[in-house]
């Protein structure tokens, strides 16, 4: 089961994933913590996930994982940056303050993890910004900032690179098999198959 919030002023998508048994785990906290606690209730959250490091996406995990116990899971190049006020674009607002927590689990390409009766892997997709990851949980993609419906992630920031987001959608998602259906960090649902087929950067 899937539940998706869109928190903040900049309406990211975060999406709070369980199976039968009310076992999951949480994908990009951005903002409004409040609004996830009422969710939580009675579910045992084993982690919170960011799909890359940009702060529209991670800035209520201290306060998630406070409530739940859970661990934190980025990629390895968040882990070493979640700090770097450049790299989650805090720089933009100096009176913000830094709460993030430090990353328990930095994943790699390829990399599994286990919540209940679900396996998570991970999808190295940098190209919107360095550390951007994608998690695909059954028939489920959940896909941050890389992939949205009918669009991509923008690449004007530091780190970002259209050529590189193209080559991670193309030859780490398109060529996922089965039919998917994709969560993104903003917008819409939608699905591997419609992306394919009429995404106009593709």
Do not use: Q
């Not at 190295?124 to 994608?134: K, L, M, V």
């Not at 970002?160 to 998917?180: A, M």
């Amino acid at each position: 089961m899937v539940k998706t919030l869109v928190l903040g002023p900049l309406c990211a998508n975060c999406h709070i994933v369980t199976d039968e048994n009310g076992v999951g785990f949480i994908v990009d906290p951005g903002a409004n913590a409040w609004k996830i606690f009422p969710e939580l209730e009675g579910l045992d959250i084993k982690y919170v996930i960011f799909t890359h490091e940009h702060y529209d996406h991670i800035m209520a995990a201290a306060e998630v994982m406070e409530k739940t116990g859970a661990k934190l899971v980025a990629s390895r190049f968040t882990a070493e940056n979640i700090h770097n006020r450049d790299k989650t674009l805090l720089c933009w607002f100096p009176g913000v303050k830094d709460n993030l927590p430090d990353v328990d689990i930095a994943v790699s390409d390829g990399d599994r993890l286990e919540a209940g009766s679900m396996t998570l892997e991970f999808i190295e997709t940098p190209g919107h910004c360095p550390g951007g990851i994608c998690i695909k949980c059954g028939d489920m993609l959940f896909t941050g900032d890389t992939l949205f419906y009918h669009c991509i992630g923008r690449t004007d920031f530091a780190g970002g690179d259209l050529e590189t987001l193209l080559s991670s959608v193309r030859e780490k998602l398109f060529t996922i098999e089965g039919n998917v259906t994709v969560y993104p960090g903003h917008d819409r649902t939608t699905t591997l198959s419609e992306e394919r087929e009429n995404n106009p950067f593709f």
